[in-house]
Structures are given as structure tokens and as C-alpha cells.
């Protein structure tokens, strides 16, 4: 780590881009990729909606290199930090069109009548052209998860949803984009073969972005007071609402040997870094509960970017993957330059938002034991709607049966007391017992002493007690509609 750099290099369509730091005209390492394509690039097709990550007016696709192929996502740019693009190729509803004439999925949508205002359309024809680069052509299921980001429904709703499916059948089909792939994948890869870190440092700022875990943990153990991140999800929110000023981040979204898929006899480790959108498609066979939970979270651009480490790291109470994880007894792999251990989920959390990661250390993995085949797994979360939106309440089961009687039980509340939590009592009372509607039923009332919810803007807390009863309840039903 001897050497380092204050530059960042990526593609803007298929231009060669490098932003200098260390110059004094130069953008700060936490200006969201929204606000320089705006201002610095004058890109003013990317619009700013909520600046939050929820209307989607802002969406763009980064293209990254990926084993010899171009892997497209589509992502917030108001949620995007300026160093997180570096290595990649950046596209924009501006460079679409091609030689005068319109892209494919900008005709197609204009042959659905299919447009919005013209605020909210570039970001749907954004979302679109993901579609249009998926590896395989997606279902109507998959369709609908990948507009879920873009929430406006003023006009034409039902019309861009016919153009999405007509889009999909393209898949494969030649653009300007798949015409230059090679040259762009010579270029990223170019960009990727330097791994040392980029460490830039302003009057007010410092930024840290390595590309190996080695480093990273060096990092670590020398910047114990930098905020971590990898898809900037959550963080970068601090900065666009809060308008806090990030003096100091660890970025882990460059570190490759953190996003992998490991199954082994009884156990399956995910990376930390792995990206929830990924995990999400890869669980279905093997943690089904998990991606159904999953489908549900924030939206595809969200997913694209944060990752399961940020979501326990950020240890909220209405943190989704939380309560599933502590049911499943997970464990989480922790690393500093000169230790790892692994830590019980169910021992990892100390408090609102506190963990039990000592300053040097940070989250490599999580490590899943193997559902058994008589063992039945369900996640449930409460909110306002069912796409897009923060939990009100949620809950996981883990459930095992022998005979008939409950042989094991693990529930799990989110959002009903200042971390996810176990419902220890509930548990005990079902223990032991026939798995029946009267013992369940039973069971519920001791919900009331076992939590005391807050009341805020998204619940009240009789509202919290009442559902969780219920979904107590629709885990029973649940269990009975499948022969159990």
C-alpha cells in the first residue's frame, strides 16, 4: 500500500473520464454521481426527484467488466458517491440514442404510448434499457420488480408495463453498447488492473477506497473512525436529508473478495459484500424464505447497490434481513488485520444501532447453517405498501416439528423494541407443545409483555402488538395450508 491516487477513472458512455481530486476545482469525493452529471457533466436528462433513493427520476446503468462480459445495473444516482463509479462504465438516458436515431427501447416506447412526464420517463426508459440488457429474457414477475423503483404512475402506467414485456423479448439483440462491448471491457479492465487505493484527501474530507481485503483491513485498523460503506444506500442519506457533512468513509465497494457464494455440506456463506439483488436470485432455490423477503426490499435499484454486511452493519431495528438471519442462527464473520472470529447474529447487537465490532474490525461474511428438510422457514413484514417502503413490523420463523409437537422455535421481531429481537417467551410457551390453533392462540398474549413498541409516524404501538399477534397467527395458517 505504498503507493496511492487521488483520481478516479471511468467510462461516461465512451469517453474516457478522470476526475483529479486533488484539484481545487474538482467535485468532493462524496458528490453523488446525480449532482455532477447535472452540474459538472450537464447531463440534464438525469432528473432529481427525492434525492433518497424512492422515485427513481435519477436512475442510470453502470456497466462493470465481469468475467470476460458487461454486467449492467440499474442504480439511484443521487445515492451514488463519485468514487463508486470508478472502473466502471456510466450511461445515461442522453446516450442512448445512436447515429440519429432513437434506441430500441426508446422506440418501443414510444410505440406502447407509453411516456410519462418528462420528468419521470428518462428514469423509466433507464429501468427499461436494464431490461433490455438482462442476460435472459425476464417474466412478467421480474418485469414488475424492475419498475418497482420508478414510482410514478401519473399516466401510461399500464402502457409502459407492455412496453417492458416487448422489451424483454429483445434480449440479445444488438445495440451500439454490445457492438463496442469488447473495447469498453478492454478499457474497465485497464482501469481495474492498478489495485492500489485510492485515498483522497480534501481541506474537509477524507475518502478511502480500497480493492483488496488486505488493504481494507490496513484501512480499518487505521482509520477506526471512518464510516463504512459499500452501496452507500443508507449512508448517503445522511448527506442528501440530513445535509451532515461525511468527513471521513471507508468504501468497501470495490473489495471483489467480498461478494461470493459459498455452499458447503451444511453450511452456505454469503460475502458481506454481495449485493442484495444477486442475493436475492441466488437464495430462491436454497433460502427461499430469504429471497421471498428480499422481493420486497426497497427496489431493484436499491438492491443493486446495498448489500447484506451494510444491512446488519447498519443494525437498525426495522433492518430487513435481521430478524430472518438471528431465526436461522447465522453467524457473522468479523476480520481485523490480525484476527477473525465469528459472531452469533443472535450476540451481535448491544443496543439501537450498536453492534458488538470492535473499531478495527469489519464484516466479511455471514455463514448460514443449511435448512434441514423438516424445518419450516418464513420471514413477514408489515408496511405501507408492499414495494418500496421501510417495515413498520417485521418477523421470522424457524420452525421444527417432531411428531407433531414443537421440537424447536426461533421468532424473531423487527421493529418492536430498539434492535430485532427474540421473542424468548413466546418461544417457550409453544415448546414442547402440539403445534395447534389453541396453543398458538395461547401463545400470542404473551406478546404484550414480552414487547413494549414506541409509537411514531409509522405505527402506533397497540397497532405493533395487534399485528404481531396476528402474524404469529398467519405463520400457523401458513404452516397448516401446506400439509404441516
Known amino acids: 500500500m505504498s503507493k496511492t491516487r487521488q483520481n478516479i477513472l471511468f467510462l461516461l458512455n465512451n469517453r474516457l473520464t478522470e476526475i483529479d481530486f486533488s484539484k481545487p476545482e474538482s467535485p468532493g469525493p462524496t458528490t453523488t454521481v446525480l449532482n455532477y452529471l447535472r452540474t459538472h457533466a450537464r447531463l440534464k436528462g438525469v432528473k432529481e ?4 433513493g ?5 436512475t442510470v446503468v453502470t456497466a462493470t467488466a465481469s468475467e470476460n462480459k458487461l454486467v449492467y445495473q440499474t442504480v439511484d444516482s443521487c445515492l451514488l458517491f463519485l468514487p463508486m463509479i470508478h472502473g466502471k462504465q456510466l450511461l445515461t438516458v442522453e ?31 433507464m429501468s427499461l434499457f436494464g431490461i433490455y440488457k438482462e442476460p435472459s429474457a425476464l417474466p412478467i414477475e421480474e418485469i414488475k420488480q424492475s419498475l418497482t423503483g420508478n414510482l410514478c404512475r401519473c399516466t401510461g402506467y399500464r402502457s409502459i408495463l407492455d412496453a417492458a414485456k416487448t422489451i424483454a423479448d429483445f434480449n440479445g439483440k444488438p445495440d451500439q453498447f454490445s457492438v463496442s462491448e469488447t473495447n469498453t471491457i ?55 436529508k440530513k445535509h451532515e457533512k461525511l468527513t471521513k468513509i471507508l468504501d468497501l465497494s470495490a473489495v471483489s473478495s467480498l461478494n461470493y457464494w459459498l455452499e458447503e455440506e451444511n453450511t452456505i456463506t454469503i460475502g458481506a459484500g454481495i449485493d442484495l439483488e444477486t442475493l436475492r436470485k441466488r437464495s430462491r432455490p436454497h433460502l427461499p424464505a430469504l429471497s421471498r423477503m428480499l422481493d420486497v ?3 431493484k435499484q436499491i438492491r443493486n447497490k446495498a448489500t447484506l454486511g451494510g444491512n446488519i452493519a447498519s443494525a437498525s431495528p426495522i433492518g430487513d434481513t435481521l430478524p430472518l438471519l438471528m431465526a436461522c442462527e447465522a453467524g457473522v464473520k ?4 490480525d484476527a477473525e472470529r465469528v459472531i452469533p447474529i443472535n450476540e451481535l447487537f448491544k443496543g ?4 458488538d465490532l470492535k473499531a478495527d474490525e469489519i464484516i466479511t461474511a455471514v455463514i448460514f447453517p443449511k435448512p434441514l428438510a423438516q424445518q419450516l422457514i418464513r420471514a413477514y413484514k408489515i408496511s405501507k405498501r408492499d414495494q418500496m417502503d421501510i417495515s413498520t413490523l417485521s418477523v421470522a420463523f424457524s420452525l421444527r416439528l417432531v411428531d407433531g409437537l414443537v421440537d424447536k422455535l426461533n421468532i424473531v421481531y423487527g421493529g418492536m423494541a430498539a434492535t430485532a429481537q427474540k421473542a424468548t417467551s413466546l418461544e417457550s410457551a409453544l415448546i414442547g407443545k402440539p403445534w395447534n390453533e389453541e396453543h398458538v392462540k395461547q401463545a400470542t398474549a404473551g406478546i404484550n409483555d414480552a414487547f413494549s413498541p ?20 398467519r405463520f400457523f395458517y401458513d404452516t397448516q395450508n401446506e400439509g404441516q
Do not use: W
Not at 334 to 337: F, H, K, L, R
Not at 352 to 355: A, E, G, N, S, V
Open 49 to 52: 426527484g427525492c434525492a433518497e
Open 54 to 58: 424512492d422515485c427513481g427520476a435519477c
Open 95 to 125: 446516450h442512448l440514442a445512436h447515429d440519429g436515431r432513437l434506441h430500441p427501447v426508446q422506440q418501443t416506447l414510444i410505440d406502447h404510448h407509453g411516456s410519462q412526464c418528462g420528468y419521470c420517463t428518462p428514469g423509466f426508459v
Open 186 to 240: 478492454s478499457q474497465l479492465n485497464k482501469i481495474m488492473a492498478d489495485s492500489q487505493p485510492i485515498l483522497i484527501e480534501t481541506a474537509d474530507q477524507v475518502y478511502l477506497k480500497p480493492f483488496l481485503l488486505q488493504d481494507a483491513l490496513k484501512l480499518r485498523n487505521l482509520h477506526p473512525d471512518a464510516l463504512i460503506t459499500s452501496g452507500a444506500t443508507d449512508l448517503a442519506l445522511r448527506q442528501t
Open 297 to 299: 426490499f426497497g427496489s
Open 334 to 337: 468479523v476480520q481485523s488485520a
Open 352 to 355: 439501537y444501532r450498536k453492534t
Open 454 to 473: 414506541l409509537s411514531d409516524v409509522r405505527a402506533s404501538a397497540e397497532f405493533r402488538i395487534q399485528a404481531a399477534k396476528n402474524l404469529l397467527l
